[in-house]
């Protein structure tokens, strides 16, 4: 699966009943994902901790 810019993501959570993060990429550069989070904060992180988020609707 390929995550490209603009697209809304969230992480997989590995506790039960924890709300995944959920942030939308900034930039994709190899095997890295720049993401900005819906509280506002930045991360840089591998694409395998990330899936795409169909649960919401990207902002513009």
Known sequence: ???HKGQRVKTLTKVVGRAPRRG???RVEAST???RWDDGHV???SG???VPDK???AHS
């Open 33 to 35: 994902v720049e993401v």
């Open 1 to 3: 699966m390929s995550l």
């Open 43 to 45: 991360s840089i992180l």
């Open 24 to 26: 939308v990429v900034q």
């Open 48 to 50: 395998g901790a990330l």
């Open 55 to 57: 649960d919401t609707v």
